[in-house]
């Protein structure tokens, strides 16, 4: 298991950036794949992006591909979340997550979760 916590959400207007970064505990933490995930008020927790324990594999939910970049350290034990063009609909709680998998778009593959970080887009 790791530990996971999350940093860097805050409020920001439509059509600016943020990144959010995720700091990771233990030795193990180049052998998980990680994936950042999202929740909004109302809504079921969904996918955003993974990346492979190397960073050499990345994949994003549509509604984000392009805008989105996942990225990590190994070195520094991060993985980061670099988003730009925000727009309202990205408001929503942002958790981390790690995965004994080499990187996994189902929440369900992931066994250790960070406490999340809130991201709020105005309009």
């Known amino acids: 298991q790791v530990q996971l916590v999350e940093s860097g959400g805050e409020l920001v207007q439509a059509g600016g950036s943020l990144g959010l970064s995720c700091a990771a505990s233990g030795r193990s933490f180049h052998n998980y794949g990680m994936g950042w995930f999202r929740q909004a008020p109302g809504k079921e927790r969904e996918f955003v992006a993974t990346?492979?324990?190397?960073?050499?594999?990345?994949h994003y939910a549509d509604s984000v591909k392009g805008r989105f970049t996942i990225s990590r350290d190994n070195a520094e034990n991060t993985v980061t979340l670099q988003m730009n063009s925000l727009k309202p609909e990205d408001t929503a709680v942002y958790y981390c997550?790690?995965?004994?998998?080499?990187?996994?778009?189902?929440?369900?593959?992931?066994?250790?979760w960070g406490q999340g970080t809130q991201v709020t887009v105005s309009s």
């Open positions: 997550a790690a995965t004994s998998l080499v990187a996994s778009m189902n929440e369900q593959s992931y066994h250790s």
């Open positions: 990346i492979s324990w190397d960073g050499g594999w990345t």
